[in-house]
């Protein structure tokens, strides 16, 4: 995802619901509330300082996932007949 300036831009400057956040940026409501929530609990705010790029923000949001070695996990599709 490379939205999180925007979402929190969105969300903090803008006073935007979840929801209208959700259909101005087609990501997933679910998504969306768990990055907010993820901000939220690293107490990340507005505004971002313009030199953290997006890659780095998106490292803050998820670094638990890689330290773990696993991130999302992907199961094989169900190939039964």
Known sequence: MRQVREILRMKHEA???VREIVRRTG???????ELLE????R?????IAPEDSEAELEGLMFK?????????RRHAPDRRP
Do not use: D, Q
């Open 15 to 17: 006073g935007l619901p």
């Open 27 to 33: 990501i997933p409501r679910r998504t969306v509330r």
């Open 38 to 41: 993820r901000c939220a609990a």
């Open 43 to 47: 107490g990340l705010g507005w505004p």
């Open 64 to 72: 638990e996932a890689g330290a773990e070695g696993g991130g999302r």
